[in-house]
């Protein structure tokens, strides 16, 4: 239903193929899908003036994963070639930018009841993930981040995104203020339990389900969650530091740093505090609903169905 909605020119060909290809690699539509979740908590039937919004969230979603992989110099992005790795990095850079420009054309069809408080959600939102990444790159060359920071870094990249998504869906709906408000503080707290599903899954996951290779965080050096709580407990910072921070110039190498990271992360507990972190991430999320006079049942599904691999 979403992807009927997401059309791209047909020329030239070297802009949009790109976009039609990064649409086509798969994706779990996670943000459109909770926006259209609760929307139908009050009881209407999406039309093109709410999937069109709906759609808009995504669309920018893939944007942003088609530059961040030009960052992240990552190679696979849903287990295929990242745009950047497929065509090339100009390529995917205006790609990626007229892609934002595709979720503005989409955005801006919402109900004009209610188009202005949706286009000012969605501004404020994506300027606040890019915000998110400029952090999440600042603190690669850190050598300290603190819990406290790696949390508002997060909340800004991953968890905004799922709060605008939720709360979009119930302005489209024309949800009460006060539903609207609960619902953004539902999608970011299971945005945040999210990305610490995700920084779990980067090193523990199965490579097939996860749709990227296993341990990319511990190569390019990014402080994940784990990274952080590891620094946290560890009795030897520097130690640690000095083999997350180690290069490896072969496939051999590369695996063995893998492996002597979480090898340090299973000693310190780690794992277990991270899927602990999530799910009270998810309880805090179900918390933020209980003055819904709606029934949130799908709501509490969409959450399990999210994180629960990580739990």
């Not at 996951?205 to 990274?227: A, C, M, Q, Y």
């Amino acid at each position: 239903m979403i992807d009927d909605v997401i059309k791209f020119p047909a020329s030239p060909a070297g802009l949009y193929d790109p976009l039609r290809y990064m649409m086509q690699i798969g994706g779990k539509r996670i943000r459109p899908t909770l926006c259209l979740t609760a929307f139908g908590l009050y009881g209407g039937k999406p039309g093109p003036e709410v999937l069109s919004p709906a759609a808009a969230l995504e669309v920018f979603h893939s944007f942003t994963l088609i530059h961040d992989d030009i960052m992240d110099r990552s190679p696979l992005r849903r287990g295929m070639p990242t745009v950047w790795k497929k065509w090339n990095e100009d390529t995917a850079i205006l790609s990626g930018d007229v892609m934002l420009i595709e979720a503005y054309k989409l955005i801006v069809k919402a109900p004009a009841e209610c188009r202005s408080t949706v286009l000012d959600l969605f501004s404020q939102t994506a300027a606040q993930v890019c915000e998110g990444q400029q952090y999440d790159m600042e603190f690669e060359g850190e050598e300290s981040v603190s819990m406290e920071q790696y949390n508002s870094m997060i909340g800004l990249k991953t968890a905004v995104l799922l709060a605008c998504s939720a709360k979009m869906g119930g302005l489209l709906a024309g949800a009460p203020e006060t539903d609207c408000e609960a619902l953004y503080r539902y999608g970011y707290d299971l945005g945040m339990a999210f990305q610490v599903a995700d920084d779990y899954l980067d090193a523990y996951g199965d490579e097939k389900v996860f749709g990227k290779p296993i341990g990319g965080d511990i190569l390019n050096g990014k402080k994940s969650w784990l990274t952080i709580r590891a620094l946290e407990l560890s009795s030897e910072p520097q130690a640690f530091l000095g083999a997350f921070g180690r290069e490896c110039a072969t496939a051999e190498e590369c695996k063995a740093k893998i492996a002597q990271i979480k090898g340090l992360y299973d000693e310190l507990g780690v794992p277990g505090q991270a899927r602990s972190e999530v799910r009270r991430y998810s309880d805090m999320a179900l918390e933020a609903l209980k003055g819904l006079r709606v029934d949130i049942t799908p709501l509490r599904e969409f959450a399990d169905k999210l994180v629960g691999r990580a739990k």
